[in-house]
């Protein structure tokens, strides 16, 4: 007689952001019969909002470095004897700008270890997170069949991770390859742009960015990109016969580029003019990258840390106006992501970036006490 027992997850870096996210998922919807998160950090230190308290419950998390093979077998054995069905790779270095051996250490030698003892266990489905900045980047949307050329030092890592993974004899490999990933309580692309908004407003000055308006930023919110996470690996696993790898890429069906952002930026910062440099500063910072940056952080870091001194909030928080160079470069960020739609039938609910979604996300922060 065939079981319908639930699927048993391992997530790795389970309190990161696309981490907490999925678990969260996972647990609202009485996905899983047992869900475990390992993560280098304690959930003390992640900065959790209270609605994870559940999902990232002390009970089902497991502090440990996955990278390490020694770590292995206390993280992959359960007490019943039996394998994890899906495995989710979320964890990695996902700062930008780091130098090379910081990713090849934690991010290209996590995914390797741990691909390597999900073949061996036969694991299911193994869900490798990976970034949509592997293709040769182009304003037209990349498919996922479109030429490869990483145009930062995480994506190329990420890009060298999933080729090495293919090669993992047994391995069932399904590749998610994500647009810039937003929602409550993100820290990253979206996050900078709206604390550098902040700094704009205060000080009364025009925020213009770099390059044009159509340079291309797609989107994907966070609560789509764990459903589509979950999605994948139940598609992966319903044919037996589904060749490995599966490749996807995760992104909403908004387009989103710079002139989006510095079009909704003004309706959640009244008061705000948004611009664009023209070519000559463009074609400048172009040459002289490395000062550019300077300067912009220059600019924004200290009237930032005298908001949030204004606001009294002394603790420090995941936010800042710090732009990376890596986040700074004339490079489309474009996918089209109709296949995974096509072949599993997944639906997104966060469907652009819209002042709505903008407007949430600060309230995220003001809920957290992180906004000044």
Not at 101 to 115: C, T
Not at 253 to 281: D, E, M, R, V, W
Request: hydrophobic share 35%; proline share 4%.
């Amino acid at each position: 007689m065939a079981t319908t027992e639930k699927p048993a997850v391992l997530i790795i870096g389970g309190l990161g952001y696309t981490g907490r996210f999925l678990a969260k998922y996972l647990h609202d919807n009485n996905l899983t019969s047992e869900t475990r998160l390992v993560d280098k950090h304690l959930p003390e230190l992640a900065w959790l909002a209270p609605e994870f308290k559940e999902a990232c419950s002390r009970d089902k998390f497991m502090q440990a470095d996955a990278s390490r093979e020694q770590s292995l077998q206390r993280i992959f054995d359960r007490e019943n004897g039996k394998e994890f069905d899906y495995v989710f790779n979320c964890g990695g270095e996902t700062r930008y700008s780091q130098e090379e051996e910081v990713y090849k250490m934690r991010s290209y030698g996590l995914s390797m270890v741990l691909g390597k003892e999900a073949a061996r266990r036969k694991v299911k489905c193994f869900i490798e997170s990976s970034t949509g900045m592997v293709y040769k980047p182009d304003e037209v949307p990349r498919k996922e069949t479109d030429k490869l050329k990483p145009w930062s030092k995480l994506a190329k890592w990420k890009l060298t991770a999933e080729e090495d993974l293919a090669k993992i004899e047994g391995l069932n490999l399904l590749v998610m390859r994500m647009a810039h990933v937003y929602g409550a309580y993100t820290s990253k692309f979206l996050g900078t742009c709206l604390c550098m908004a902040r700094v704009y407003q205060d000080l009364d000055k025009e925020m213009k960015f770099l390059w044009k308006d159509d340079l291309r930023q797609n989107t994907v919110h966070v609560e789509d990109v764990a459903r589509a996470f979950w999605t994948g690996a139940e598609w992966f696993v319903k044919d037996p016969a589904r060749k490995s790898p599966q490749i996807f890429n995760i992104v909403d069906h908004g387009n989103t580029s710079q002139g989006t952002i510095a079009n909704l930026i003004p309706a959640s910062f009244p008061g705000i003019k948004t611009g664009f440099h023209g070519t000559i500063i463009s074609t400048f910072a172009r040459l002289n990258m490395d000062s550019v940056v300077e300067d912009v952080n220059d600019e924004t870091l200290d009237p930032w840390a005298d908001l949030q001194k204004a606001a009294g909030i002394e603790r420090t928080t995941p936010l800042s106006p710090f732009m990376e160079k890596e986040l700074l470069r004339d490079t489309d960020l474009s996918l089209d992501g109709s296949l995974f739609e096509k072949e599993t039938g997944f639906e997104y609910e966060h469907k652009q970036l819209t002042t709505q979604e903008i407007d949430n996300v600060i309230a995220s922060y003001k809920a957290m006490g992180w906004w000044p």
